[in-house]
């Protein structure tokens, strides 16, 4: 049996292995929440859709806030694909410790969709914002552990917690919000960073920020 | 090609074969309240009769509460967080995933329900 196995599958398979313990390729990928169906949101319209409708097709929100009267909003989607190529540290250096360690080098592209409703008074809806971007996220090398499949680019702010989770938040109702997304004082994306400026605009939200006791 | 060539070959493709083995990741988290809401007919809540205090008793504590001009809403929310991957050092993958049960209930400033909603999903349970 063994005289019979060809000669070429054995080289393959070594060099295989070694080309497995000098370099490698990693994919890491992140979802968040459902993919939200931009179509359907700008469905909605303007002047007649209620927050009952929108509530009713689109499930609860990721965020919500009101002020003085009015409800806003916010569903949002995430897609994060990072792509990794490693080189083995020992490949480069020589035998050693080095084997069991590699220098990754990645990059992550995101394709991120969000949907903001505004509701007036009466629960009608006053204005619906939809966006999408499909960016690159950054780029960034670290070195891991040979059998590592983790991000090397920083998902922190995407990662952040939903701000149920995060308490007084309802403090932010004395602030002035406005449509900009990004500037939204009560409902903000994963990963803005408009929120240290409007806490401080709060003195009593960043006293108990300072002081979390 | 002797035997002891042939035999360091099937060394070498059985070592590369145990290099080549799958390694499998698989984690999963849940961060939040138990969602006893996904449990529950959405038909049970009632708008114009499900009063905030029912609410609170049947579903528990939520996750956040705001203050509205003419009322209260109720917000319920749970994480749940799985990884997947595999190794082959060649090439590894690793996908993760976040997935939210939600529900939210909107009350007059008499306490009675307006409006709600709950994820796709609830009642099935």
């Known amino acids: ?213 | 090609m002797g035997p002891a060539v042939m035999r360091l070959l099937l060394a070498l493709a059985l070592t590369a074969a145990v290099g080549l083995t799958p390694g499998c990741i698989r984690n999963s988290a849940r961060r939040g309240i138990e969602p006893i809401w996904m449990e529950m007919d959405p038909a049970s809540f009632v708008v114009g009769t499900t009063t905030r205090a029912e609410v609170l008793d049947r579903v528990g504590v939520p996750s956040q509460v705001l203050a509205l001009e003419d009322g209260t809403a109720l917000y319920y929310l749970l994480e749940r967080s799985r990884a997947d991957g595999v190794i082959l050092l060649l090439y590894n993958q690793r996908v993760e995933s976040s997935y939210f049960d939600r529900a939210i209930f909107f009350f007059d400033d008499s306490g009675v329900l307006t409006e709600f909603s709950v994820s796709e999903g609830a009642g099935a349970r």
Not at chain 1, 64 to 77: C, N, P, Q, T, W
Not at chain 1, 155 to 178: C, H, K, T, Y
Request: hydrophobic content about 40%; charged content about 25%.
């Open chain 1, 1 to 213: 049996m063994i005289r019979r196995l060809p000669l070429v599958l054995p080289f393959a398979l070594a060099a295989g292995l070694a080309a497995g313990l000098g370099s490698s390729c990693s994919l890491v990928e992140l979802r968040i929440d459902k993919d939200l169906d931009l179509v359907r949101c700008d469905s909605f319209k303007e002047g007649e859709a209620s927050l009952g409708d929108v509530l009713a097709a689109l499930g609860p929100p990721v965020e919500f806030g009101a002020r003085d009267g009015e409800i806003a909003l916010l569903y949002e989607s995430v897609r994060l694909k990072e792509s990794q190529v490693g080189i083995s540290l020992g490949a480069v250096l020589g035998p050693g410790a080095g084997d069991y360690f590699k220098f990754s080098y990645g990059s992550s592209g995101t394709d991120r969709k969000a949907a903001l409703f505004l509701f007036g008074e009466d629960h009608v809806l006053e204005r619906v914002n939809t966006l999408r971007f499909e960016e690159p996220f950054g780029r960034s090398g670290s070195i891991q552990v040979l059998v590592t499949v983790d991000e090397i680019v920083s998902m922190g702010g995407l990662r952040a917690s939903p701000d149920a989770f995060v308490e007084s938040r309802e403090l932010l109702n004395g602030i002035q919000w406005s449509q900009n997304l990004t500037h939204s004082a009560l409902v903000e994306l994963r990963g803005a960073r408009s929120r240290m400026g409007q806490h401080a605009l709060d003195p009593e939200f960043s006293r108990i920020e300072a002081n979390p006791d």
